[in-house]
Every structure is written in C-alpha cells, then in structure tokens.
C-alpha cells in the first residue's frame, strides 16, 4: 500500500475515477445505452482497475524488496507472497 502522501493522494484520486466511471456505466445501463458505448466503458473500467493495481503491487514490491531479508526464509516469504500476488493479478 502507498504510504507517502503522494502515493496515497494519487492512488485515491484514481479510486474516485473508477467510482465515476463505474456510476457513469450505471447510468448507461439504466438509459439502456447502446452494447458498443456499455463495451467501451467496462474497457475503460478495466483499464483503470488494471492500473490500480499495479501501482499498489509496484509500491508493494518497493517496500518489502526495498531493504534486504534478514534470513533465508524471509526471503522465501516474501518471494512466494509476490509470487502469489502476481498470480492474482495475472487472472
């Protein structure tokens, strides 16, 4: 998670433009928008999502491999919780 301030300011104000996004695909769906606009929003959602998510797992990775592992199985912790997280992301 971004701890800086302006980590933390930047990683919300993309939140709030997911949330836009998501309310604006709402109110598509609601006016029984046409399938191509409605496609082209869920793309931008995923897009935005998409990039969220690895800003929070680069931040992630700065921190944890930022400073060197004080043993071995620290290290291979911490090596299978990025693996695990890469594999999520990747679904």
């Known amino acids: 998670m971004p701890h800086s301030p302006h980590e933390k300011k930047r990683v919300l104000a993309r939140v709030r433009r997911i949330r836009g996004q998501s309310e ?22 995923r897009g935005a999502v998409n990039g969220l998510m ?3 797992m680069e931040a992630h990775i700065r921190e944890e491999f930022g400073q060197p592992a004080t043993s071995d199985a620290q290290r291979k912790a911490r090596v299978e919780e990025m693996t695990g997280l890469v594999r999520s992301y990747l679904k």
């Open 24 to 45: 604006a695909l709402e109110r598509a769906l609601e006016a029984g928008a046409d399938c191509g606009a409605v496609l082209q929003q869920i793309a931008a959602i």
């Open 54 to 56: 690895s800003e929070v």
